[in-house]
Protein backbone atom coordinates (compact mmCIF):
# COMPACT_ATOMS: atom_id res chain seq x y z
CA UNK A 1 0.00 0.00 0.00
CA UNK A 2 1.31 3.41 -1.02
CA UNK A 3 2.19 6.13 1.49
CA UNK A 4 0.11 8.81 0.98
CA UNK A 5 1.98 12.54 2.28
CA UNK A 6 0.63 15.90 2.06
CA UNK A 7 3.56 18.60 2.21
CA UNK A 8 1.61 21.54 2.91
CA UNK A 9 2.92 25.20 3.04
CA UNK A 10 1.68 27.57 6.54
CA UNK A 11 -0.93 29.99 6.16
CA UNK A 12 0.30 33.77 5.41
CA UNK A 13 1.97 36.22 7.48
CA UNK A 14 2.65 39.48 7.30
CA UNK A 15 6.06 38.88 6.40
CA UNK A 16 4.70 36.86 2.97
CA UNK A 17 2.39 39.45 2.40
CA UNK A 18 4.95 42.02 2.47
CA UNK A 19 7.62 39.97 0.24
CA UNK A 20 10.38 39.48 3.38
CA UNK A 21 12.34 36.36 3.67
CA UNK A 22 10.97 34.60 7.21
CA UNK A 23 13.77 32.23 7.14
CA UNK A 24 14.23 30.93 10.80
CA UNK A 25 12.76 34.50 12.20
CA UNK A 26 9.06 33.02 14.20
CA UNK A 27 6.38 34.94 12.48
CA UNK A 28 2.91 34.33 13.22
CA UNK A 29 -0.45 33.66 10.91
CA UNK A 30 -2.03 36.84 9.95
CA UNK A 31 -5.80 37.28 10.22
CA UNK A 32 -5.83 36.13 5.94
CA UNK A 33 -3.34 33.50 7.19
CA UNK A 34 -5.82 31.95 9.73
CA UNK A 35 -8.54 32.12 7.20
CA UNK A 36 -6.56 30.27 4.97
CA UNK A 37 -5.98 27.12 7.34
CA UNK A 38 -9.19 26.73 8.10
CA UNK A 39 -10.17 25.94 4.18
CA UNK A 40 -7.43 24.00 4.21
CA UNK A 41 -9.08 22.57 7.37
CA UNK A 42 -11.88 21.46 5.10
CA UNK A 43 -10.09 20.31 2.09
CA UNK A 44 -8.65 17.69 4.56
CA UNK A 45 -11.89 17.38 6.82
CA UNK A 46 -10.17 15.09 9.46
CA UNK A 47 -9.13 12.53 6.43
CA UNK A 48 -5.55 11.57 7.92
CA UNK A 49 -3.76 9.75 9.69
CA UNK A 50 -1.37 12.06 11.49
CA UNK A 51 0.32 15.15 11.11
CA UNK A 52 3.85 16.65 11.48
CA UNK A 53 5.04 20.39 12.05
CA UNK A 54 7.35 22.57 12.09
CA UNK A 55 8.30 24.30 15.38
CA UNK A 56 7.77 27.94 14.03
CA UNK A 57 4.90 29.21 15.01
CA UNK A 58 3.51 30.04 11.54
CA UNK A 59 3.32 25.96 10.76
CA UNK A 60 2.23 25.16 14.02
CA UNK A 61 -0.88 27.18 14.17
CA UNK A 62 -1.61 25.80 10.95
CA UNK A 63 -1.18 22.61 11.76
CA UNK A 64 -3.40 23.26 14.95
CA UNK A 65 -6.62 24.32 13.10
CA UNK A 66 -5.93 21.48 10.99
CA UNK A 67 -5.91 19.05 13.58
CA UNK A 68 -8.84 20.58 15.33
CA UNK A 69 -11.67 17.84 16.59
CA UNK A 70 -9.61 15.15 14.97
CA UNK A 71 -7.99 13.62 17.95
CA UNK A 72 -4.67 14.27 15.89
CA UNK A 73 -1.88 16.20 18.13
CA UNK A 74 0.65 17.72 16.08
CA UNK A 75 4.16 16.12 16.17
CA UNK A 76 6.89 18.48 15.94
CA UNK A 77 9.40 17.96 14.04
CA UNK A 78 12.60 20.59 14.30
CA UNK A 79 13.77 19.29 11.49
CA UNK A 80 11.01 20.34 9.61
CA UNK A 81 11.29 24.27 10.27
CA UNK A 82 12.05 26.83 7.47
CA UNK A 83 15.49 27.16 5.83
CA UNK A 84 17.59 29.93 7.68
CA UNK A 85 18.73 32.40 5.75
CA UNK A 86 21.22 34.80 7.48
CA UNK A 87 21.61 37.86 7.32
CA UNK A 88 18.89 37.85 4.35
CA UNK A 89 16.21 37.54 6.53
CA UNK A 90 13.54 40.33 7.21
CA UNK A 91 14.97 41.90 3.96
CA UNK A 92 12.90 41.78 0.41
CA UNK A 93 14.27 39.93 -2.76
CA UNK A 94 15.16 44.12 -3.73
CA UNK A 95 16.87 44.52 -1.33
CA UNK A 96 19.04 41.45 -0.64
CA UNK A 97 20.04 41.61 -4.68
CA UNK A 98 21.01 45.54 -4.16
CA UNK A 99 22.79 45.09 -0.60
CA UNK A 100 24.16 41.40 -1.94
CA UNK A 101 24.67 41.05 -5.28
CA UNK A 102 27.14 38.29 -5.76
CA UNK A 103 25.95 35.99 -2.89
CA UNK A 104 22.39 36.41 -4.54
CA UNK A 105 23.51 35.30 -8.07
CA UNK A 106 24.87 32.13 -6.68
CA UNK A 107 22.25 31.61 -4.49
CA UNK A 108 20.31 31.60 -7.91
CA UNK A 109 22.94 29.65 -10.34
CA UNK A 110 25.21 27.38 -8.73
CA UNK A 111 24.53 23.80 -8.58
CA UNK A 112 26.67 22.78 -6.35
CA UNK A 113 26.03 24.20 -2.78
CA UNK A 114 23.79 27.78 -3.01
CA UNK A 115 26.01 28.96 -0.48
CA UNK A 116 23.81 31.55 1.72
CA UNK A 117 24.68 34.39 4.02
CA UNK A 118 25.33 32.47 7.54
CA UNK A 119 22.52 30.66 8.72
CA UNK A 120 22.08 27.02 7.14
CA UNK A 121 25.18 27.97 4.85
CA UNK A 122 23.88 26.49 1.71
CA UNK A 123 20.76 25.62 -0.35
CA UNK A 124 22.49 22.08 -0.25
CA UNK A 125 22.75 21.74 3.55
CA UNK A 126 19.06 22.54 4.18
CA UNK A 127 18.18 20.09 1.17
CA UNK A 128 19.47 17.20 3.00
CA UNK A 129 18.08 18.04 6.06
CA UNK A 130 14.54 18.06 4.71
CA UNK A 131 14.58 15.36 2.49
CA UNK A 132 16.21 12.70 5.43
CA UNK A 133 13.49 14.29 7.75
CA UNK A 134 10.50 13.81 4.89
CA UNK A 135 12.15 10.14 4.42
CA UNK A 136 12.52 9.10 7.95
CA UNK A 137 8.47 10.39 8.54
CA UNK A 138 7.65 7.86 5.88
CA UNK A 139 9.79 5.07 6.82
CA UNK A 140 7.76 5.62 10.63
CA UNK A 141 3.85 5.31 8.87
CA UNK A 142 4.30 3.41 5.60
CA UNK A 143 0.52 2.65 4.23
CA UNK A 144 -0.71 6.28 6.44
CA UNK A 145 -1.97 9.30 5.10
CA UNK A 146 0.51 11.77 6.69
CA UNK A 147 0.55 15.86 6.69
CA UNK A 148 3.51 18.01 7.07
CA UNK A 149 3.11 21.05 8.00
CA UNK A 150 6.25 23.01 6.84
CA UNK A 151 7.46 26.01 5.33
CA UNK A 152 7.57 26.91 0.89
CA UNK A 153 11.46 26.72 1.24
CA UNK A 154 12.27 23.90 3.41
CA UNK A 155 9.57 22.09 1.00
CA UNK A 156 11.06 22.45 -1.96
CA UNK A 157 14.80 21.52 -0.71
CA UNK A 158 13.34 18.89 0.08
CA UNK A 159 11.43 17.63 -3.16
CA UNK A 160 14.91 18.36 -4.79
CA UNK A 161 16.61 15.87 -2.92
CA UNK A 162 13.76 13.19 -3.27
CA UNK A 163 13.64 13.43 -7.08
CA UNK A 164 17.27 14.31 -7.04
CA UNK A 165 16.51 17.79 -9.40
CA UNK A 166 19.42 20.09 -9.95
CA UNK A 167 19.45 23.17 -6.95
CA UNK A 168 18.97 25.56 -9.50
CA UNK A 169 15.37 24.27 -10.14
CA UNK A 170 14.79 25.53 -6.39
CA UNK A 171 14.35 29.18 -8.17
CA UNK A 172 11.73 27.76 -10.56
CA UNK A 173 8.45 26.86 -9.13
CA UNK A 174 6.62 28.28 -6.31
CA UNK A 175 4.63 27.28 -3.63
CA UNK A 176 1.37 29.50 -2.03
CA UNK A 177 0.68 29.62 1.29
CA UNK A 178 -1.44 26.60 2.70
CA UNK A 179 -0.51 24.89 -0.72
CA UNK A 180 -0.95 21.10 -0.81
CA UNK A 181 2.00 19.14 -2.67
CA UNK A 182 1.02 15.66 -2.58
CA UNK A 183 3.51 12.30 -2.79
CA UNK A 184 2.84 8.71 -2.99
CA UNK A 185 5.84 6.46 -1.87
CA UNK A 186 5.44 2.78 -2.44
CA UNK A 187 7.12 0.08 -0.09
CA UNK A 188 10.41 0.67 -1.71
CA UNK A 189 10.91 4.26 -0.63
CA UNK A 190 10.57 5.22 -4.30
CA UNK A 191 8.20 9.16 -4.39
CA UNK A 192 5.77 9.72 -7.09
CA UNK A 193 4.74 13.76 -7.28
CA UNK A 194 0.89 13.50 -7.89
CA UNK A 195 0.05 17.65 -7.31
CA UNK A 196 2.36 20.27 -6.71
CA UNK A 197 0.92 23.85 -4.98
CA UNK A 198 -2.73 22.81 -5.19
CA UNK A 199 -4.01 25.83 -3.62
CA UNK A 200 -7.42 25.19 -5.12
CA UNK A 201 -9.11 24.82 -1.66
CA UNK A 202 -8.67 28.58 -1.70
CA UNK A 203 -11.34 31.11 -3.20
CA UNK A 204 -10.15 32.21 -6.99
CA UNK A 205 -7.20 29.54 -6.45
CA UNK A 206 -5.76 26.08 -8.39
CA UNK A 207 -3.50 23.65 -9.11
CA UNK A 208 0.21 24.10 -10.98
Request: aromatic share 8%; proline share 2%.
Amino acid sequence: MDTQVYLVRHGETEWNASGKYQGCTDIALSKEGIIQAEYLKKRFDKSFSCIYTSPLKRAMETARIISENTGATPIISKELREINFGEWEGLTVSEIKNKYPNEFNNWKTDETSADLVGGDLSLKNSSIRSTNEILRIVKENKGKKIIIVAHGGIIKAGLLGIFQWKLTMYHKFALGNTSVSKLNFDDDLNAYLITLNDTSHLPSAGTL
